[in-house]
């Protein structure tokens, strides 16, 4: 459910940046996914070879550049990035992407022009929820941010070609949130930084969730609260923003994801 309310008044104190040139602009999007990927690694996200984080070219609408297959999450540079098409053709690059991930994010970009970015990681806690196929409930104001904001993805489980992969974009929606029953959760955003903020930050409202639910019947924020919240704070430009405090530590730590 796409939502581009406004940040708070207060928050604001960095906007996302504006090319004149698509070069530029194409650069700005592989450094973040770069970064994106080095803070996935921090996170415990990597799974051995799976994982996989996508951008949309800035010039190319039917082209995504992505993280490769047998580079780990903690040592992704822009170097290490390739492009593939939606029929899952390397166009830039020689290394191999994962195939079903391609499939599946080929998808949702394709249903959604809005979804510059998808996110997908073998996280711990976003797993582990996934198992249960319901939602993530408003138990707290980090929680409430993906209120009715969450799509329960049944079938396909694995979609082994472009129908199984458009059914699965037909079931995620226009939901900030995909939850792969069984499989693990996916997330989108109109920036690789949207997209990347709110995988990190839904699976830790799976943790959250996971723990309030073994140590009993935790109390959910009432609807208008839950749906006030989101509007603050769910928005595109608050993902955005979010996301920039973890973009300045990683830079000043992995300077080298440039190369």
């Known amino acids: 459910m796409t939502n581009t309310a406004q940040p708070p008044q207060g928050f604001v104190t960095r906007t996302p940046p504006v090319f004149e040139r698509v070069e530029d602009e194409r650069r700005h999007r592989l450094e973040r996914l770069a970064g994106a990927c080095r803070l996935f690694g921090r996170e415990g996200f990597s799974e051995g070879l799976l994982g996989h984080v996508t951008v949309r070219d800035p010039e190319h609408a039917t082209r995504l550049w992505a993280n490769p297959v047998g580079v780990s999450f903690n040592q992704m540079k822009v170097s290490d990035l390739v492009q593939a098409d939606h029929e899952g053709n390397l166009t830039y690059g020689n290394r191999p992407v994962n ?146 405090t973890l973009w300045d530590e990683i830079i000043a730590t992995d300077s080298d994801l440039f190369d």
């Open 99 to 244: 195939p079903v991930g391609l499939l599946l994010h080929s998808a949702i970009h394709r249903a959604r022009p809005e979804a510059t970015a998808v996110c997908h990681a073998h996280s711990t806690y976003g797993s582990a929820w996934s198992t249960f196929g319901r939602p993530v409930d408003p138990l707290t104001q980090d929680t409430a941010v993906f209120f009715h904001d969450q799509a329960i993805i049944r079938e396909p489980r694995v979609a082994m070609d472009a129908a199984e992969a458009d059914a699965f974009a037909e079931a995620f929606g226009d939901n900030k949130v995909g939850i792969q029953v069984g499989h693990g959760i996916f997330t989108t955003g109109a920036s690789v930084d949207e997209a990347a903020w709110w995988f990190m930050s839904f699976d830790k409202a799976c943790h959250v969730q996971l723990l309030a639910e073994a140590a009993g019947m935790p109390e959910q924020w009432p609807p208008d609260a839950a749906a006030g919240i989101k509007a603050a704070l769910g928005s595109q430009q608050f993902g955005w923003l979010s996301f920039q």
